[in-house]
């Protein structure tokens, strides 16, 4: 098994309903964040790759484009603009354009903060007596 992982990153400027620190996450305020998209697999015996880099890289690119210098609160589905859902609609977008994911993490690495979404959890079928 091999890992391939290729990162971006983007900053975005948002608002956060919280109990702690609450009247300065409910103003604008902004952030630098890193994203780290990981595919995981065995090597095609012709390419010698995972995924193609490139086609990861492209993907990436147009995801980022959707969260650089962008009001999160604003975007579509995202949800409360958290780096949880961050990562959950980081993966969401690429899902069905990137086979193999195996994890999507975001960082604020000036928070020290980082969250890592290992995508939908599948519900085990139920055994019959």
Known sequence: MWELTKSFTFEAAHTLERDIEREGSKRIHGH????EVT??????????MILDVG????????VGRQLDHHFLDDITDLGPPTMENIARWIWDR?????????RVTVL??????????FGPQKTPALRQP
Do not use: F, N, W
């Open 55 to 62: 086609q990861l890289e492209h993907a990436l690119r147009a």
């Open 108 to 117: 604020r690495e000036s928070c020290g903060e980082r969250c890592t979404y």
């Open 39 to 48: 595919v995981a697999g065995a090597p095609d015996t012709r390419t010698g």
């Open 32 to 35: 630098s964040y890193k994203a």
């Open 94 to 102: 690429l899902a069905g354009e990137i086979t193999g994911m195996a």
